[in-house]
C-alpha cells in the first residue's frame, strides 16, 4: 500500500509538473504584432483597438437604428474581418451596405448600384463587391443578406451565418469574408453606410463621410455618393 502511494505521488509529480517556462510565456493577444489574428465569428466583438478602420458621431443621425459609429477591420492570411456597432432594432426595417474596393479606388464598370439604392461612389462609380443586408421591420433581425460581385453585370450569393453574424441583443455586426471572394487582393479599401429600402439613399457611414450628413433620416430620392473608404490594415 505504502509502495502504490510512493509510485502515485511519483507520477502526480510528473505529471503535475508544467513544463519550464509555462507560467512565463506571454499569452498570445492577438494584437498585431504576430500574424495569427484571433476573431471568433460569434457576434461578439473581439476587435482590437488598433483594428479600428473607421469612426463616426454617436447621434450625428437623429434615428438611432440608422446611426453607425465604429468600424473594425483588419486582413488576415485568408480571411477580411469586419465588424461594426448595428444598432438596428425590432420596428425598424433599413439596410446596412458594405462597399468594398480592391487595391485602388476605381469603378467597377457597374451602372447603378445592385440592391437600387441611390448610393455610389465619388465620380459616379461603383465597386467590384457589396455587401448588403436587409434588417427586417418586424423583428430585430437581418432577413437578407447577400455578398454581390460585378462581372459585367451584378452577381448575387445568398450568405448565411458562417459569413456574418447579426448580434441584436449586442447592437454588434460581425462579417468575416474570405479574400479569396475578393480575389486575394493586396490591399481592400471598405466603407460601411445604411439607409431604407429601394430608391432610398445613404443615411449615415463609417468612416464619417463628408457627403453623407443628415441630421435627420432624409428620403428624397437623390443620389449620395460615398466618399471615405478606407484601406483595411
Ligand atoms: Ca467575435
Ligand atoms: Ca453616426
Not at 119 to 138: Q, S
Not at 175 to 200: A, M, Q
Not at 220 to 228: A, Y
Given at each position: 500500500?505504502?509502495?502504490?502511494?510512493?509510485?502515485i505521488?511519483?507520477?502526480?509529480?510528473?505529471?503535475?509538473?508544467?513544463k519550464?517556462?509555462f507560467?512565463?510565456?506571454?499569452?498570445?493577444?492577438g494584437?498585431?504584432n504576430?500574424?495569427?489574428?484571433?476573431?471568433?465569428?460569434?457576434?461578439?466583438?473581439?476587435?482590437?483597438?488598433?483594428?479600428?478602420?473607421?469612426i463616426?458621431?454617436?447621434?450625428?443621425?437623429?434615428?438611432p437604428?440608422?446611426?453607425?459609429d465604429?468600424l473594425?477591420?483588419v486582413?488576415g492570411?485568408?480571411?477580411?474581418?469586419?465588424?461594426?456597432?448595428?444598432?438596428?432594432?425590432?420596428?425598424?426595417?433599413?439596410?446596412y451596405?458594405?462597399y468594398?474596393?480592391?487595391?485602388?479606388?476605381y469603378?467597377?464598370?457597374?451602372?447603378?448600384?445592385?440592391?437600387?439604392?441611390?448610393?455610389?461612389?465619388?465620380?459616379g462609380?461603383?465597386?467590384?463587391y457589396?455587401?448588403?443586408?436587409?434588417h427586417?421591420?418586424?423583428?430585430?433581425?437581418?432577413?437578407?443578406?447577400?455578398?454581390?460581385?460585378f462581372?459585367?453585370?451584378?452577381n448575387?450569393t445568398?450568405?448565411?451565418?458562417?459569413?456574418f453574424?447579426?448580434?441584436?441583443?449586442?447592437d454588434?455586426?460581425?462579417?468575416?469574408?474570405?479574400?479569396?471572394w475578393?480575389?486575394?487582393?493586396?490591399?481592400?479599401?471598405?466603407?460601411?453606410f445604411?439607409?431604407?429600402g429601394?430608391?432610398?439613399?445613404?443615411?449615415?457611414?463609417?468612416?464619417?463621410?463628408?457627403?453623407?450628413?443628415?441630421?435627420?433620416?432624409?428620403?428624397?430620392?437623390t443620389?449620395?455618393?460615398?466618399?471615405?473608404a478606407?484601406?483595411?490594415k
Amino acid at each position: 500500500m505504502k509502495r502504490l502511494f510512493f509510485v502515485i505521488s511519483i507520477l502526480l509529480l510528473i505529471w503535475g509538473c508544467p513544463k519550464p517556462g509555462f507560467f512565463f510565456n506571454p499569452p498570445d493577444t492577438g494584437n498585431g504584432n504576430n500574424n495569427q489574428v484571433a476573431h471568433l465569428l460569434d457576434g461578439v466583438n473581439d476587435f482590437s483597438m488598433d483594428e479600428i478602420a473607421g469612426i463616426d458621431k454617436v447621434g450625428d443621425i437623429s434615428e438611432p437604428n440608422l446611426d453607425l459609429d465604429t468600424l473594425w477591420a483588419v486582413k488576415g492570411d485568408s480571411m477580411l474581418y469586419i465588424g461594426f456597432n448595428a444598432h438596428s432594432s425590432a420596428g425598424y426595417g433599413m439596410s446596412y451596405g458594405i462597399y468594398i474596393f480592391t487595391d485602388s479606388i476605381y469603378g467597377s464598370g457597374a451602372g447603378n448600384d445592385p440592391w437600387n439604392r441611390l448610393v455610389d461612389y465619388t465620380g459616379g462609380i461603383y465597386p467590384p463587391y457589396v455587401v448588403y443586408f436587409w434588417h427586417a421591420d418586424n423583428v430585430d433581425s437581418i432577413t437578407s443578406a447577400q455578398f454581390i460581385t460585378f462581372n459585367g453585370s451584378w452577381n448575387y450569393t445568398d450568405i448565411g451565418r458562417d459569413v456574418f453574424i447579426y448580434n441584436g441583443s449586442l447592437d454588434f455586426m460581425e462579417v468575416f469574408i474570405p479574400l479569396e471572394w475578393l480575389g486575394n487582393p493586396e490591399s481592400i479599401y471598405i466603407e460601411v453606410f445604411t439607409t431604407g429600402g429601394e430608391n432610398s439613399h445613404a443615411q449615415d457611414t463609417s468612416p464619417e463621410d463628408g457627403n453623407v450628413q443628415f441630421p435627420d433620416p432624409e428620403w428624397t430620392q437623390t443620389t449620395v455618393s460615398l466618399s471615405s473608404a478606407v484601406p483595411v490594415k
